[in-house]
């Protein structure tokens, strides 16, 4: 307010200059504080030409309306005024003497434009809070008006760096839905939040890379959520599964150089690969070697085969796959209690078993038989100790559509929305460190925040 009341006296001394000039403060009949100038002039013609004086004039008004507005938004602003007033008339008008205190754009009227101006003569900040100072204009700004452009023979503008008060500006920042949801007070995929819960939302999928050549349209990728020594969760793991003789596992130290397409490392498997039923875990990749009901242990650091065993019964090779085919009979799976392998049986006449894996050994735990048909979805995962499955492998708007809970040996119909944006999915997978599924859809690897509710 001190910068805009000083400015407009400047204005009415360069619009009409006369020897003094006199402020007088009053309230109105509404409670409001109006200031009147009075500059002193023998004849009207002292003042510029007629043109000049009527664009000053509206100018003026202009002005004082802008000031009343800050007033009233500013408590302070009529005392700081009326201080302001009193100082240019202590320092006679704007014709101050040696030494009195001068505001810098009148200063720089009286100097002219390109000389410096005294530091002792320049006006101070602000010392308000942080959030009153000006900023950068941000996207979606709104910004306070432009002023008044001035006539040929009216007052330069001032700085608007001089202004002691600052409007408040509005920044918005565009935010995806998918974001709120995942911040809820339910947690965060990926969060450290480790309790279990049923799964009750999955949300848009996000690219991590894509596969260039016809090998990679259908493969596997994960990461290990219980990492052993030199490995750690941010270690990634692909393999592309077109083809008949599939031995390489291509490692990379992050995401982002899988998104790169350079690995740090490339295993040559001693046996060939079914399909993409594959998973990293505890330090060892879990596999169906290729036309055999079996399934592998390759460990990561020693890089050979420790541990094999027949699923018994167990179909392979296209007897029991998902609806999308691909060989996958034999599907591994991770989950907060540990190693899974999911598969069917001609005693189970196509439904889906279920099967809890020793991750050192691989004996069977523990089996459940189900009564949902495994040809009948297009892929499944587990989450803590509860089967689910995907509705459809290429319809872009899918559904997670059953779910088996092994704590209670029962199945229900579910309808979760789930999406296939390149309308081939051949792989889905669950990682309980990441809260997250990790998928392969038609080259593209990509991966699906969840949400679990918790009772």
Known sequence: MLGAW????????????????????AADSAGRCTYSFTVPSPVEASCPDAGGGTELRAELAALTARLSRLESRDGGAGQRGAEAGARLEAAGGLNPQPGAWVPVAAERSRVG???????????????????????????????APAHAAPGPAAAPRWDPQTLAYQELQSERTE???????????????????????????????????????????????????????????????????????VRQLLQYEAAEQLAQ????????????????????????????????????RYDLRGEAVTAEKEIPGAGFHGQYPYSWGGYTDIDLAVDETGLWVIYSTEKARGAIVLSKLDPETLEIRR?????????????SFVICGTLYTVSSYSAPNATINFAYDTS???????????????????MVDYNPAERQLFAWDSFNMVTYPIRLSHA
């Open 261 to 296: 397409g350079y690995p740090a490392k490339v295993h040559i498997l001693p046996q060939p690969l079914e399909s993409t039923g594959a998973v990293v875990y505890r330090g060892g990749l879990f596999f169906q070697p290729r036309r055999s009901r079996a399934v592998a």
């Open 6 to 25: 000083a400015l407009l006296g400047a204005a009415l001394a360069l619009g009409c200059r006369g020897d003094t000039a006199s402020l007088r403060r």
């Open 113 to 143: 434009r390109g000389t410096a101006v005294p530091a002792a003569a320049r006006w101070p900040r602000a010392a308000g809070p942080a959030w009153s100072r000006p900023r950068g204009r941000a996207r979606g700004a709104a910004l």
């Open 175 to 245: 935010v995806p839905a998918s974001r709120l949801l995942e911040e809820t007070a339910l947690g965060r995929p990926g969060s450290e939040d480790s309790g279990c819960g049923e799964l009750v939302w999955v949300g848009e999928p996000v690219v991590f890379g894509r596969a260039e050549s016809i090998a990679g349209k259908y493969g596997v990728w994960m990461k290990d959520p219980e990492p052993v020594p030199p490995f750690t969760r941010e270690t990634t793991w692909r393999v592309d599964v077109v083809g008949t003789e």
């Open 367 to 379: 089996t459940w038989e189900t009564n949902i048909r495994k040809r009948g979805v297009a892929n």
């Open 408 to 426: 209670t040996s029962s199945s229900r119909a579910l309808s979760i929305p789930f999406e296939n944006r390149f309308r081939y999915l051949s």
